[in-house]
C-alpha cells in the first residue's frame, strides 16, 4: 500500500511567516510523530500521536510550534513567526501498534527555508 | 535519557566488499529496541534492521547484519557486498519499550567505490 506522505516537499518563507506542513499516514496507522532533522545532525522528537489519546509534545522546541491531529489520520505541523534557526527537514513517521514498540515507517520529509 | 553515539561521520568501502558501521548507545532501561535506518539523498529513512534487547541473536536482513553486544551497549551494522545503492547515511537508532520516541545518532555517510 501507500507509505506516508508530506506536504509540501521543499518550503521557503520569510521570516516571521507562519507556515503549515502535512503528514498522511499509513492507512490504519494509529501512531504518527514529527522529527526535525537539521543539518548535519540526526533526527529529533518533536511530538508523538497515539489514537484518540492526548499528544506528547514533550520534544516542541517553543510555543510557536504546534500540531494537530483530525479524524486520527492527517496531522498539520504549524511553526508560526518562523527564525532562521526553524530551517530543517520535517520527517514525519507513523506505526500501527501491534502490542510491543513498533517500527516506525517514515515520509519524505518537508525541507523547510527560512529566509 | 537515552544517548546514542556514532562515532564515524564518513566512511567508504570498495563495491563487493564488506564494511561495518559502529553504534554506541546508552540506556537505564532492561527492555529497549535497536534499529539501523538508511537515508538516500531522497530523503526518506528507510528501515534497515530492527534488534529487540531481549534477543540474544543478532538480527539478519540480507547483507545487512548487526553485531549486537548488550553488556557493552553496543550495535554495530555490516554490510556485505556492498553494492552502490547502499550508498546513503545510515542512522542508529534506539526506543526504550512503551516509550515510542525514537533517539537517534548522528549518522555516518556511507560511500561505495566503484
Known amino acids: 500500500g501507500a507509505g506516508v506522505s508530506q506536504s509540501p516537499s521543499n518550503k521557503v518563507t520569510e521570516k516571521g511567516k507562519d507556515v503549515e506542513l502535512r503528514c498522511d499516514p499509513i492507512?490504519?496507522?494509529?501512531?504518527l510523530y514529527w522529527y526535525r532533522q537539521s543539518l548535519g545532525q540526526g533526527l529529533e522528537f518533536l511530538i508523538y500521536f497515539q489514537g484518540n489519546s492526548a499528544p506528547d509534545k514533550s520534544g516542541l522546541p517553543s510555543d510557536r510550534f504546534s500540531a494537530e491531529r483530525t479524524g486520527g489520520s492527517v496531522s498539520t505541523l504549524t511553526i508560526q513567526r518562523t527564525q532562521q534557526e526553524d530551517s530543517a527537514v520535517y520527517l514525519c513517521a507513523s506505526s500501527y501498534p501491534s502490542g510491543s514498540t513498533d517500527t516506525q515507517y517514515f515520509g519524505p520529509g518537508t525541507r523547510l527555508t527560512v529566509l | 535519557a537515552q544517548t546514542v553515539t556514532q562515532s564515524q561521520p564518513e566512511m567508504s568501502v570498495q563495491e563487493a566488499e564488506t564494511v561495518t558501521l559502529s553504534c554506541t548507545y546508552d540506556?537505564?532501561?532492561?527492555?529497549?529496541?535497536l534499529f539501523w535506518y538508511k537515508q538516500p539523498p531522497s530523503r526518506q529513512m528507510i528501515l534497515v534492521i530492527r534488534?529487540?534487547?531481549?534477543?540474544?541473536q543478532n538480527a539478519t536482513e540480507n547483507r545487512f547484519s548487526v553485531n549486537f553486544q548488550k553488556a557493552a551497549k553496543s550495535f554495530s551494522l555490516k554490510i556485505s557486498d556492498s553494492q552502490l545503492g547502499d550508498a546513503a547515511m545510515y542512522f542508529c537508532?534506539?526506543?526504550?519499550?512503551?516509550?515510542?520516541?525514537?533517539?537517534f545518532g548522528t549518522g555516518t555517510r556511507l560511500t561505495i567505490i566503484p
Open positions: 492507512s490504519g496507522h494509529t501512531a
Open positions: 540506556t537505564s532501561e532492561s527492555d529497549y529496541y
Open positions: 537508532a534506539s526506543v526504550n519499550f512503551g516509550n515510542e520516541k525514537l533517539t
Open positions: 534488534q529487540e534487547a531481549y534477543k540474544q
